[in-house]
């Protein structure tokens, strides 16, 4: 359910107006069941969205002619058996790339229309360190090839979006800012776009923890559940914020900033310029200092390695019952439930999902998180709250990301063109 979208019944209340207009709508309609779906009939689609049977044969015949459905076989339905062609959602030429930038790393995930993986990988930059122009041309370069991958894959990307950790105007495709990043006011969409060139592919730039909240209330290990947050666990900290099945963006986009809430103003300096944030507590970087400060980011020299590199170091040395590692640790899990109280204190989630090195190393940071999280949320006894382990891993926003591609598809069809390729005639 990635950006959950309203599903207006049928051509009637305030449908839009207009015949080219209401038939995208209702090709959107169509498509949106089908993705909730395995397969279904014609019927049950009519049933489902309110559309009349022929208007969903017309729709079904204009959706198999842009090949981003199939009929996958003949269903018999009642007493005497009555015939049923079963369709489900297909698009395999049509691509969707999600990509992340952060502090280290780059993460890709690319997809086609019905959720096949076809580019899965991360690479390691230093964002932080080589500035916005540098970052921007390596972004091109890993997109270039993922985008050459796709299409070996017979999947020709028809859009791109960007996580980026900060805030986002997600109109305009700007990182208005992203304090780890050192970035601010970057046209990111505008940049990125020009340095693909000829390929002229849409891009769309949203902020990190939004988009993998997203991929987790999609396809996460608290999928489906309405009322959730997601922790990003980078060496920010992020949150996106499910609420009723819906991503709370807030009055301007800017939403789920939760690593710079104040928790020590006796503290470290942060990112961002303040003090005593709570990603100076909890985010990668305070940890790797503690655990391993030979590895500390912003040492001189060249960047580290990977970020799972280091947090599988400190997982070796936490089940080799390293000391100092595991007081580290200790420390991290208590500041990490400190700061989730404060969230289940104001939007009584059922779930805090941890991602990133969270996730990596949640056998030994949830017994002092969950205890904090246990003591300090007001409403525990009656509205349980507990912290639960992504299963995506670092590859969360990408992923999200991707989805947010095939979410514009979904929302129009139409704008898949009929330049993608076809398959030869036999």
């Not at 204009?62 to 369709?87: K, N, Q, S, T």
């Not at 340095?195 to 608290?222: F, I, K, Q």
């Not at 690593?259 to 310029?273: F, Y």
């Not at 280091?310 to 208590?334: F, H, T, Y």
Request: hydrophobic share 45%; proline share 6%; net charge positive.
């Amino acid at each position: 359910m990635t950006y959950r979208a309203s599903r207006s019944r049928a051509p009637g209340g305030t449908a839009p107006t207009g015949s080219a207009t209401l038939r995208r709508a209702n090709l959107s309609v169509v498509l949106r069941e089908l993705r909730d779906h395995r397969s279904l009939s014609r019927a049950e689609i009519a049933q489902a969205t309110g559309l009349h049977r022929a208007t969903v044969s017309n729709l079904m015949a204009e959706l198999l002619e842009r090949r981003l459905v199939r009929e996958v076989g003949v269903e018999h339905v009642g007493a005497i058996g009555r015939p049923r062609r079963a369709v489900a959602l297909h698009g395999a030429h049509v691509g969707a790339l999600g990509m992340e930038i952060n502090v280290d790393y780059i993460a890709v995930h690319g997809t086609d229309l019905s959720g096949r993986s076809l580019v899965e990988r991360r690479v390691v930059h230093d964002a932080m360190g080589s500035g916005p122009d540098s970052a921007v041309r390596r972004l091109g370069l890993v997109a270039k090839e993922a985008v050459e991958a796709m299409r070996r894959a017979g999947a020709v990307p028809t859009g791109i979006a960007v996580a980026v950790p900060g805030l986002v105007d997600v109109t305009r495709g700007v990182v208005t800012l992203a304090p780890n990043l050192h970035w601010r006011d970057l046209p990111l969409a505008e940049r990125l776009g020009a340095v693909l060139g000829r390929a002229r592919v849409p891009v769309w730039v949203d902020n990190d923890a939004n988009l993998a909240a997203l991929a987790e209330y999609t396809s996460g290990v608290a999928a489906g559940t309405p009322h959730l947050v997601y922790l990003t666990g980078e060496v920010g900290v992020g949150g996106g914020i499910i609420s009723g099945g819906e991503l709370l963006r807030g009055a301007d986009g800017f939403s789920g900033e939760v690593g710079h809430l104040r928790v020590d103003p006796n503290g470290d300096q942060c990112g961002c310029g303040r003090i005593g944030c709570w990603e100076t507590k909890v985010g990668l970087a305070a940890l790797v200092r503690a655990a391993m400060p030979e590895q500390a980011y912003g040492l001189p020299g060249m960047p580290g390695p990977d970020p799972g590199e280091r947090v599988a170091d400190i997982a070796r040395g936490l089940a080799s019952g390293d000391r100092r590692m595991m007081m580290a640790v200790a420390q991290v899990g208590e500041w990490l439930g400190l700061g989730g109280s404060i969230l289940a204190n104001l939007f009584n989630p059922r779930v805090i999902v941890i991602g990133g090195y969270f996730a990596s190393l949640a056998q030994w940071l949830l017994p002092h998180a969950q205890d904090q999280l246990q003591r300090l949320v007001v409403a525990a006894p009656a509205a349980p709250c507990r912290f639960v382990a992504s299963t995506l891993g670092f590859g969360a926003a990408s992923r999200g990301a991707a989805s947010m591609v095939v979410n514009h598809l979904i929302d129009d069809p139409t704008t898949i063109t009929d330049s993608l390729p076809r398959p030869a005639p036999h």
